[in-house]
């Protein structure tokens, strides 16, 4: 009985969880969104990837 119970709360929080992430998508933590765009210049629109700054004299985004 006990372990019914277990099984049902699970589900519940499982449907919780997938409505809630079809409805907000911007809820979830950082760790579990989609990466976003690595930093670019704002000059030249190259990827500055572990630089700040862009050899064109532009700053990263
Ligand atoms: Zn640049």
New binding site residues.
């Given amino acids: 009985m006990l372990v019914k119970v277990i099984l049902i709360f699970l589900c519940f929080m499982a449907l919780i969880a997938f409505i809630g992430r079809a409805l907000f998508p911007s809820a979830l933590p950082p760790v579990l969104r989609k990466r976003q765009d690595p930093p670019r210049?704002n000059?030249?629109?190259?990827y500055l990837i572990g630089q700040k700054t862009?050899?064109?004299?532009?700053k990263a985004r």
Avoid: L, S
């Fill in positions: 210049c000059k030249c629109g190259r862009c050899p064109c004299g532009g």
